[in-house]
């Protein structure tokens, strides 16, 4: 099955770039998942790379995905306050039945101002 | 127009009393996913239900039984609650179980077992 590991904690200045990683066990998984989790709230899909990808850009975001070290990466170009927030790696673990998002120990982004 | 919501928000209880969290979609979905995250925020799945039907158990204690009286509630009843099931229980849903379907999730119930 699939694990997953982050860096626990982030801290950064209003204006500068972010960057999480996270690595993972196994191959086979497809797709990789970057949730943001604000205080007190559910999780929110940020962005999400296929398997085949090197590289997906989404405005501010960037995703790098190195397949032979296993190793995931979110970007945040220009972090702002509102940034601020537990940022979840995921694999997806396929299963015979059904397929199980298996996340990380989430990232604490702490950005000031 | 809220897609995923759950039941209480926030729940307080005694040991071993039994307590439901219920959890509704209206985003059409045929399946629905429960997770816990604990103190240290680590986030773990515990069931999925595809078209009412348990896909995926991880293990959990059989003191929850998740129940799903249709496609669009996954309710999760836990009976004899001990003081480490104070968590984070969160509610999610996706188009089915398709490897590219997003997963929706709800704010969250917070439980604290007393």
């Known amino acids: 099955g699939e694990d997953v590991e982050q860096s626990l904690f982030l801290s950064v200045r209003e204006g500068d770039s972010s960057v999480i990683n996270c690595t993972y066990t196994?191959?086979?998984?497809?797709?990789l998942y970057w949730y943001k989790q604000e205080p007190g709230a559910g999780l929110q899909l940020l962005t999400y790379?296929?398997?085949?990808?090197d590289m997906k850009q989404d405005q501010r975001l960037t995703v790098l995905l190195n397949k032979k070290d296993k190793h995931l990466s979110l970007r945040i170009a220009d972090t702002q306050t509102g940034d601020s927030a537990i940022y979840f790696c995921?694999?997806?673990?396929?299963?015979?039945?059904?397929?199980?998002?298996?996340f990380g120990a989430g990232t604490i982004l702490r950005v000031k101002s | 127009d809220t897609a995923v919501s759950q039941t209480p928000k926030y729940l307080v209880t005694q040991m071993g009393n039994d307590k439901s969290i219920k959890c509704e979609q209206n985003?059409?979905?045929?399946?629905m996913y429960w997770y816990k995250q604990d103190s240290k925020k680590f986030l773990k799945i515990m069931f999925s239900?595809?078209?009412?039907?348990?896909?995926i158990n991880e293990t959990v204690p059989n003191r929850f039984s998740p129940k799903s009286p249709d496609k669009a509630h996954l309710n999760l009843h836990i009976n004899s609650l001990e003081l480490g099931d104070s968590a984070v229980y969160f509610c999610?849903?996706?188009?089915?179980?398709?490897?590219?379907?997003?997963?929706?999730f709800g704010p969250g119930t917070r439980l604290t077992v007393l």
């Open positions: 999610a849903s996706s188009q089915d179980l398709g490897l590219d379907n997003e997963q929706f």
């Open positions: 196994d191959s086979s998984s497809t797709y």
């Open positions: 790379i296929f398997s085949n990808m």
């Open positions: 995921a694999g997806l673990d396929r299963m015979e039945y059904g397929n199980k998002l298996v």
């Open positions: 985003l059409g979905h045929d399946t």
């Open positions: 239900y595809n078209n009412k039907e348990l896909i």
